[in-house]
């Protein structure tokens, strides 16, 4: 077998592994980015050239949600994806070499307080948590999403983590519908990303497809997994996802 493809079989099944965690929880991107950077592309290539298998990922996670009968809070969702797209073209356009050493433990601190911040949450008991979605908070959510489009476009990783709690806590939303929410603004920053690196001329398109067959298989499995697991199962998983996540980047990075 010729290492071209040993080399692609590789990218999928990695792909699909942070596909799956990427829909479910979050942190998926910090196993495929160094993968891409070890077999040899340059950092920055490499950030752009995930793009791709991200955004394939994140339009098959919304068809996984879709096809289980999940609903979109509308208009106020489509809102939530203007501003991030507008905020993933900047990110995209001011993206340089990721930051180094002292960036990664400081994501690994904010990494750990965001997950603690959801899994702790108290909630009324003997009753739902009633959906907060008042103008205000909606105002709120739109500029919390130009902010985050901002760090998905220029660096992308962690930022599932930092979507469930903006949604978690500003509106109560269940586990299930925030990554439905999560997944479907992706689609809108990642692509105006995607394009943005494609004009500078970043993107390595035949890795990027191969990358990106396995984030849309692990993405489909995990939207639909996510649905019938419910929030405990979520929770469970983005408790492990973000422990490797912290390990990883506090002690080696």
Do not use: C
């Not at 590789?10 to 910090?30: D, E």
Request: net charge positive.
């Amino acid at each position: 077998m010729s290492s071209e493809i040993l080399s692609w079989a590789l990218y999928i099944v990695v792909g699909t592994v942070s596909g799956f965690l990427n829909t479910v929880a979050g942190g998926g991107t910090l196993i495929s980015l160094p993968i891409l950077i070890f077999m040899g592309l340059p950092g920055s290539v490499a950030n752009a050239t995930l793009r791709v298998a991200i955004l394939a990922q994140n339009i098959f996670a919304v068809g996984g949600f879709h096809s289980k009968g999940q609903q979109l809070p509308t208009p106020y969702v489509f809102w939530l994806a203007a501003a991030s797209l507008i905020g993933g073209w900047i990110g995209a356009s001011l993206a340089i070499d990721v930051p180094d050493h002292l960036f990664n433990r400081i994501l690994a601190i904010i990494m750990v307080v965001v997950v603690l911040s959801i899994l702790f949450e108290k909630k009324p008991s003997g009753k739902l948590t009633e959906e907060l979605l008042s103008p205000k908070r909606q105002a709120i959510g739109v500029l919390g999403f130009l902010a985050l489009g901002v760090y998905g476009g220029f660096i992308q990783a962690g930022i599932g983590f930092l979507v469930i709690a903006l949604l978690t806590h500003l509106h109560h939303f269940p586990l299930v519908r925030t990554n439905y929410i999560k997944v479907f603004a992706a689609v809108i920053y990642t692509g105006s990303a995607v394009v943005a690196f494609a004009l500078a001329g970043k993107i390595i398109w035949s890795i990027g497809f191969i990358v990106a067959i396995g984030h849309a298989i692990g993405a489909w499995f995990g939207s639909r997994w996510s649905v019938k697991a419910g929030d405990v199962w979520i929770k469970r998983v983005l408790l492990l996802a973000v422990s490797i996540l912290v390990v990883k980047l506090w002690f080696f990075s």
